[in-house]
């Protein structure tokens, strides 16, 4: 699953032109990046901005009502304003940034996720208690 998701990530980025010239392919451009997404969660975390998902949801059902026709989702620039008014920069928008990034980088690399994530979910299942440290 993430497999597919990464790779998903990283097409949509190619087509975005995040790879032409050569852009984005130093590995360490790359971790620093997702570096910058992980200190911006942070900084939405110590401001207490987070996502009103719940209104996200309840607006684009009745903006899609205001419609009147058999389209069931919002247009491209509803989607936005209203992305933008409950969820753009918030806590949960910037990890979903990091988690981006990471899955990027994974498909760049070629980096089978899916089994590297339960290979160290089972070691860490096998780990001592904290791992055997304080926190």
């Known amino acids: 699953m993430l497999n597919e998701l990464a790779q998903e990530i990283f097409e949509n980025a190619k087509s975005k032109g995040f790879y032409e010239d050569g852009a984005a392919t130093n590995t360490g451009e790359r971790l620093c990046l997702i570096h910058s997404e992980v200190s911006e969660a ?3 975390d110590r401001k207490g901005r987070y996502a009103d998902l719940n209104g996200f949801y309840e607006r684009e059902k009745q903006i899609v009502e205001s419609y009147n026709s058999s389209n069931s989702e919002l247009d491209k620039t509803d989607f936005q304003n209203l992305f933008k008014s409950r969820i753009k920069d918030s806590h949960e928008d910037e990890i979903a940034d990091v988690i981006i990034r990471c899955l990027d980088h994974c498909a760049f690399k070629g980096i089978d996720i ?5 290979l160290k979910m089972k070691f860490n299942s096998f780990r001592e208690y904290k791992h055997g440290k304080k926190y």
Request: proline share 0%.
């Open 42 to 44: 942070l900084e939405a």
């Open 114 to 118: 899916d089994a590297h994530v339960r």
